[in-house]
């Protein structure tokens, strides 16, 4: 079977090729916090919208609507890719890199994600039970940038 995505540049996607790149980690859904001097810190907490079991958007066609601030992963933001998970496939792709080998592109699948710790599952709250950001923070090391 092609890969599309080995054949296929960023660019060339139609929509299904690029929809299907994500793997639903969730990762993207989960808020940063950002200190004076611009570094990323990640945290536990989501968007109300997302399911935290299984990291997909609860609203995903009128999420841009309901969320303002909810950006579409693309080209057109390309200072995004950077600050989003290691695992993601848009960002690994823009890097000329693989994707993982448990990606559902691959395994068909989104149990190998789930299971080996790469989603959201069981990892997040709800910003609207969260309280203060700070108190989430995961780790006081900056979120990791590429460029
Ligand atoms: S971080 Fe990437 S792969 Fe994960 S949900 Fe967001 S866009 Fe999809």
């Known amino acids: 079977m092609e890969k599309f995505w ?6 060339d996607m139609n929509e299904a090729q690029w929809e299907s790149l994500c793997d639903g980690c969730g990762w993207c859904c989960v808020h940063m916090l950002e200190d004076d001097d611009g570094n990323l ?3 536990d907490v989501a968007c109300d919208l997302i399911d935290t079991c299984e990291g997909h ?4 066609e009128s999420r841009f609507d309901l969320v303002p601030e909810c950006n579409k992963v ?4 390309p200072e995004a890719f950077p600050t989003m998970p290691e695992s ?10 693989p994707i993982p080998e448990w990606h559902p592109l ?12 790469h989603s959201v599952r069981g990892r997040i709250v709800h910003e609207r039970e969260a309280g203060d950001l700070e108190d ?12």
Request: proline share 2%; net charge positive.
């Open 41 to 43: 810190y990640q945290t």
């Open 88 to 97: 993601c496939a848009y960002r690994r792709l823009y890097y000329k890199q």
């Open 136 to 147: 989430h923070v995961l780790a006081w090391t900056p979120v990791r940038f590429v460029e």
């Open 106 to 117: 691959l395994t068909g699948s989104k149990d190998a994600m789930h299971d080996g710790g």
């Open 57 to 60: 958007c609860t609203q995903y």
């Open 6 to 11: 080995e054949t296929t540049a960023l660019a």
């Open 74 to 77: 693309s080209l057109n933001l």
